[in-house]
C-alpha cells in the first residue's frame, strides 16, 4: 500500500510544477528534488511490500514513506486550490493575477516553509533507505521467490491436513465419492483435475484422502503427491517427484539427479510414466505459471492417467482442466449443520453444547462462515475457555478481530488466509488510473478486471448472479473482513466508526459511517479527508458541518457517500466540494438538485437512484467530466401485481449530448415538448454503454433509431413506451449496436423489430406489453446463440407456443406471464437443453403442463403462479398420489396462488 500512495504523489507532481509561475524562487528545484527522491524508492517498495509484515524495522521504513507521500500530496493538492487561479486574457486578466498574487503571497510563503519541511522528512527516510540497501539487494535477488513474504517462524499448519484421521472430517463423504468417480471413470485420455476455492476450505485434506483411498490405489499403477506452495523451487520439486515415484515401486534412483539441468530431470520423469496409468497429484499451485514450468514432464499417452491440481485461484483450474479434458471442483464451505457438528465436536469434545452457551456458540460458528480451518482453530481456543463463563465467551465474539491480532492460537488461520494477499501482484494492491488508459481501456473495464481476478484468486465471493451471467453483489468472508478491517486501520487506509471503539489515526483520510458518529472521535483532524462514505447515517447534515469546521474544511474531499440518509434537501455544502469525483444521493428524500451544481467541475457519477428528484438542472452541462448519471425511481404498489407505470425517470436537459464521456444514461423522459430534440441529442452520446429510456412516445422511434445506430459501444437498452398500447417503433433501426447483450422493450409492437436476430451478443431479452397477435415471438428469438434469460410479460395474444428442437440452445431462466391467450405450450425433444428455471405466470387459459417438460433433463426450478384452478387442482392431486413421472426430475416444483393476497403454495 506504501507503493500506491507514492504512484498516486508522482502522478499529482506533473499538474504542480506547471504552476511555475506561482511558485517562490528555489521552490520548484526542491519539489523536484522531493519527486527524484520518491521515483528512486518505487522499486524497492515493490519488493518490501511482501516482507513488511516479517520485518518490524523495515514495516517502520515502509510506513515513514506512505505517511510522507500521502502528507505531501495533500500539500500539493491544497497549493493548486488555493493558487491554480483561472485569470482570464488582457489588461483585467492582468490586474486580476496581480491582485491574486498580493492576496496569496502569505499563502505562497506557507507552502514553501511546508516544502522546506517535506524535504527534510524525505531526507531523513532516503537515509533510513540506504541502510537497507544491502538488505534491498538480498531482496531483489530473491523476488521472483514469494518466500519472501512467507514467515518460516509460524507454523505452517497446512501440511498438518495429510495427517488427519478421516473419522475426524465432517462433509467430505459426498465431495469424496464426486471426485473419486472422476478420478477412476474409464476413459482413456490424460485428464487434469481441479480442486479449487479460498485458503482454509480443505481441498488438501479432501485430495489426501481421495489420493489415499484404496479403491484409487487399485486403479492407478504410479503415484506421485507434490507439494508446490507459493515459494516452490523447480528444481527441487522435480527431484523430489523422481524420488516418490521410484521409491514406490522399489527401483533405485538414477544416479546423478542431485546435479542435473531441469530439462534433464523432466526427460527423466517423461520416460518413467510412458505407457503407464498414473495418478499425480500437484497440492497448492499457486499460478499459471508454476503450473507451466511442470505441465509438459507427464506424458499424454491413453493409459487412463489423472493429474490433481488443488489452487485457490480459479482461472488456473479452468485453464488446466479445459486444456486436458477435465473438470474442476469448486469446493464450497460446510452448511451450517455439518459446520455445527465439527463446531461441537471440537469445542466440546465431542458432547453437546450447553444451553447457555448455544446462543453465542451459533454466533461464533456464523463469523467462521463453513470454513473449516476457521471452525477448527477457533474451536480450539474455545475449548480451553471456562464453559460455565458466558461473559468469556462474549468477550471472544465481540473482540474475535483483535484476537486475530494477538492470540497465538489464531496466529496461524491468519497467516493462511493472508497468503492470498501477500501473493497478489502489486498493481492489485493500488489501482494506476492512467496506466491502463493508455491501454485503451477505461476506468470501468480496469476495475471489473482487478474485481475478476479477486473473485478468481478466492478473495471476494460472489453473493448473486446476474440473468446475464455478470456478477450482481459480492462478499468477502467474514475473517478476511476481520484481517482487511485491521491492515486497512493499520496502513491508514479507510478508518471505521462502527460498534467497536478503535483507535483512529491522526490524519482520517478515508472515513465510513454507519448509522452515527462516535461522539469521542469527534476532535480529530478531518481536513486530510478524500473519501467519506456515510451509511443510513442519523443527523447527516450535522455531521457533514461537524467534519468541515476546520479552516480548509473537506476541501480533499473525492468520494461522498450519503446513502440512505435522513436528507430532504440537498446539502449545500456540499457545493462547496470542488474535488469531488463521485457523489450519491441514493435512497435520500432529495428532490431538488440546485443549479449551482455546476460548480463541482471534477464530477464523474452521479447516483440519485429512489430519490424523489424528477428533473435535473440545465448547469448539469457543464461537468463535462461526468461518466455516469443514475436517476430513476420505483412506484411501489402495495397490492402485488404486474402494472405497466412502475418505473420514473427524469426530465433532462436538451442539449444532454454535450456530456461527452457518458457511459450511464438512466433513466431520461421523453414525453415533453422537447424529447425528440432530446432522443437526437443521445446520439452524439457515443461513449453510452448502458441507456434508459422511459415514456417513448410512437412519433420519436425513428429519431431514437437514428441514434442507436451511432451508440456503438452500448451494452444494455431499456425502452418503455408512454403507456401500454402505445406503440414502440423501432423498426427503422437498420444497424443496432453489436455488442447490446440487455434488451427490454417495453410497450406494443407491431412485430419483434428484425434486427434482433443480427444481435449474438444479447445475453437477456425481456419483452413486455408487446401484444404481439399473428408473430410468434419466439421465432425471431430461438437461434440467438448466447440468449441465457427471456422474459416474455404479456408479450404473445396467440394460443400456442412450440419451443422447437434447435432452440435456445444457452437458454438459462425463461418467465411466461400472462399470456392471456395461450391455452399450451410445447418443447420438443433437443430444445432448452440448459434450461434450469421455468416461471409461468397468470397464464389462465393453460390447464395441463408443457407437453415434453421431461425433455428439460436440467430443470431445477418450475413455478406456477396464479394459474387456472384445473391446472394447480390436477397438478396438486398429482403431487400428491406420486402421478408426476414428467416432473420427477425436477428438484423443486411450486404452485403459488396470490389471488386473494396472500400466497398458497406447494412444493415437491
Known amino acids: ?7 498516486h504523489l508522482l502522478a499529482n507532481f506533473a499538474p504542480f510544477l506547471r504552476q511555475e509561475a506561482n511558485l517562490l524562487t528555489g521552490v520548484r528545484d526542491e519539489i523536484q528534488y522531493i519527486r527524484d527522491e520518491f521515483d528512486r524508492m518505487t522499486a524497492f517498495l515493490r519488493v518490501a511490500d511482501a516482507m513488511e509484515e516479517n520485518n518490524p524495522q523495515l ?8 505517511e510522507a507521500a500521502y502528507d505531501i500530496g495533500d500539500v500539493l493538492e491544497l497549493f493548486m486550490l488555493r493558487l491554480g487561479h483561472c485569470h482570464g486574457s488582457g489588461f483585467r486578466g492582468f490586474l486580476r493575477k496581480v491582485s491574486c498574487f498580493i492576496k496569496t503571497l502569505k499563502a505562497r510563503h506557507q507552502i514553501a516553509s511546508e516544502v522546506q519541511r517535506m524535504k527534510a522528512s524525505v531526507i531523513d527516510i532516503s537515509k533510513g533507505h540506504q541502510r537497507y540497501h544491502e538488505r534491498y539487494g538480498m531482496l531483489e535477488a530473491g523476488s521472483s521467490s514469494r518466500s519472501t513474504g512467507f514467515n518460516k517462524a509460524w507454523h505452517d499448519c497446512r501440511g498438518d491436513a495429510l495427517l488427519l484421521d478421516e473419522a475426524e472430517l465432517v462433509g467430505i463423504d459426498e465431495p469424496k465419492s464426486e471426485l473419486i468417480w472422476w478420478l477412476v471413470h474409464e476413459d482413456p485420455r490424460l485428464k487434469v483435475l481441479s480442486v479449487s476455492g479460498m485458503g482454509g476450505l480443505g481441498k488438501t485434506t479432501l485430495v489426501k484422502k481421495v489420493f489415499d483411498d484404496a479403491v484409487v490405489k487399485k486403479h492407478f ?45 523432466k526427460g527423466i520423469i517423461h520416460a518413467f510414466l510412458q505407457q503407464k496409468r498414473y495418478l499425480l497429484v500437484y497440492d497448492d499451485v499457486w499460478d499459471i505459471h508454476a503450473w507451466q514450468s511442470f505441465r509438459y514432464v507427464f506424458p499424454i499417452g491413453n493409459c487412463g492417467s489423472r493429474v490433481v491440481l488443488t489452487t485457490r485461484n480459479a482461472d488456473l483450474a479452468s485453464f488446466s482442466s479445459k486444456e486436458y479434458h477435465g473438470d474442476v471442483y469448486y469446493l464450497q464451505p460446510l452448511p451450517p449443520k455439518e459446520s455445527w457438528t465439527l463446531f461441537c465436536w471440537k469445542t466440546f469434545m465431542e458432547n453437546s453444547c450447553p444451553s447457555h452457551l448455544e446462543g453465542l456458540s451459533r454466533a461464533i460458528l456464523n463469523r467462521c462462515g463453513g470454513l473449516p480451518l476457521a471452525i477448527v482453530t477457533i474451536s480450539g481456543l474455545l475449548s480451553t475457555k471456562d464453559k460455565s463463563n458466558v461473559d468469556e465467551w462474549d468477550k471472544i465474539y465481540r473482540s474475535l478481530g483483535s484476537e486475530l491480532q494477538g492470540n497465538d492460537k489464531l496466529l496461524s488461520m491468519k497467516k493462511i488466509l493472508s497468503l492470498s494477499y501477500i501473493d497478489l501482484p502489486y ?6 488510473r492512467n496506466e491502463r488508459m493508455k491501454q485503451g481501456m477505461t476506468l470501468e473495464e480496469v476495475a471489473e478486471g482487478y474485481l475478476n481476478e479477486l473473485i478468481n484468486r478466492s478473495l471476494v465471493q460472489v453473493a448473486e448472479m446476474r440473468s446475464d451471467g455478470r456478477f450482481e453483489t459480492y462478499r468477502i468472508h467474514d475473517l478476511w473482513h476481520e484481517i482487511i478491517v485491521s491492515k486497512s486501520g493499520e496502513q491508514n487506509v479507510v478508518t471505521i466508526a462502527g460498534e467497536q471503539r478503535r483507535v483512529w489515526p491522526e490524519k482520517v483520510r478515508r472515513l465510513s459511517i454507519h448509522n452515527h458518529l462516535e461522539n469521542t472521535q469527534q476532535s480529530k483532524c478531518f481536513t486530510r479527508l478524500r ?24 476541501r480533499l474531499l473525492t468520494v461522498l457517500e450519503l446513502r440512505g440518509a435522513s436528507l430532504e434537501t440537498f446539502p449545500n455544502g456540499v457545493l462547496k466540494l470542488f474535488q469531488l469525483r463521485y457523489l450519491s444521493l441514493r435512497g435520500t428524500n432529495v428532490k431538488i438538485i440546485p443549479k449551482s451544481i455546476g460548480k463541482l467541475q471534477n464530477l464523474e457519477t452521479l447516483d440519485l437512484k429512489h430519490t424523489y428528484v424528477t428533473e435535473l438542472p440545465d448547469d448539469i452541462l457543464k461537468l463535462q467530466r461526468l461518466r455516469h448519471i443514475l436517476l430513476y425511481h420505483y412506484i411501489q404498489n402495495p397490492v402485488p401485481s404486474i402494472c405497466f407505470h412502475d418505473h420514473c425517470g427524469f ?24 424529447g425528440t430534440i432530446l432522443l437526437g441529442e443521445v446520439g452524439k452520446l457515443i461513449q453510452l454503454k448502458k441507456l434508459r429510456i422511459e415514456k417513448l412516445r410512437n412519433e420519436d422511434g425513428r429519431v431514437l433509431c437514428s441514434s442507436l445506430e451511432k451508440l456503438s459501444n452500448l451494452r444494455s437498452l431499456v425502452v418503455r413506451a408512454t403507456g401500454e398500447d402505445e406503440i414502440i417503433d423501432l423498426d427503422s433501426l437498420s444497424s443496432p449496436p453489436q455488442l447490446l447483450r440487455t434488451l427490454y422493450l417495453v410497450g406494443s409492437l407491431h412485430k419483434v423489430p428484425h434486427w434482433i436476430t443480427s444481435l449474438h451478443s444479447l445475453v437477456r431479452v425481456v419483452l413486455a406489453w408487446s401484444k404481439l397477435r399473428d408473430v410468434d415471438p419466439l421465432e425471431s428469438l430461438q437461434d440467438l446463440p448466447n440468449l441465457v434469460e427471456l422474459q416474455l410479460l404479456q408479450t404473445y395474444e396467440g394460443a400456442k407456443l412450440c419451443f422447437k428442437a434447435s432452440g435456445f440452445q444457452r437458454l438459462v431462466r425463461l418467465a411466461l406471464s ?3 391467450g395461450l391455452r399450451w405450450v410445447k418443447v420438443e425433444a433437443g430444445s432448452m437443453p440448459h434450461l434450469e428455471v421455468l416461471l409461468i405466470r397468470k397464464c389462465e387459459l393453460v390447464e395441463e403442463l408443457p407437453s415434453g417438460i421431461e425433455h428439460l433433463t436440467n430443470l431445477k426450478s418450475l413455478h406456477l403462479v396464479d394459474m387456472s384452478n384445473g391446472l394447480s387442482s390436477s397438478l396438486n392431486r398429482d403431487l400428491k398420489d406420486g402421478n408426476y413421472w414428467k416432473i420427477a426430475h425436477i428438484p423443486e416444483v411450486g404452485i403459488v396462488n396470490t389471488k386473494r393476497g396472500y400466497v398458497e403454495e406447494y412444493y415437491l
Not at 427 to 432: D, G, P, S, V
Request: hydrophobic share 45%.
Open 1 to 7: 500500500m506504501a507503493e500506491s500512495a507514492v504512484f
Open 59 to 66: 514495516k517502520v521504513w515502509v510506513k515513514q514513506v506512505r
Open 221 to 265: 499403477q504410479n503415484y506421485a503427491w507434490i507439494t508446490v506452495s507459493e515459494s516452490f523451487n523447480i528444481k527441487e520439486l522435480l527431484k523430489g517427484m523422481i524420488k516418490q515415484l521410484f521409491e514406490e515401486v522399489n527401483q533405485p534412483v538414477p544416479q546423478g539427479v542431485e546435479y542435473m539441468d531441469m530439462n534433464s530431470l
Open 427 to 432: 498493481y492489485l494492491k493500488r489501482l494506476r
Open 531 to 554: 473519501s467519506l462514505l456515510m451509511f443510513n447515517a442519523i443527523n447527516s447534515l450535522s455531521m457533514l458541518s461537524m467534519l468541515a469546521s476546520s479552516n480548509d474544511g473537506l
Open 651 to 674: 426530465k433532462a436537459p436538451t442539449e444532454i449530448g454535450s456530456l461527452s464521456s457518458l457511459q450511464q444514461l438512466c433513466s431520461i423522459e421523453t414525453n415533453h415538448d422537447n
Open 818 to 820: 400472462v399470456l392471456k
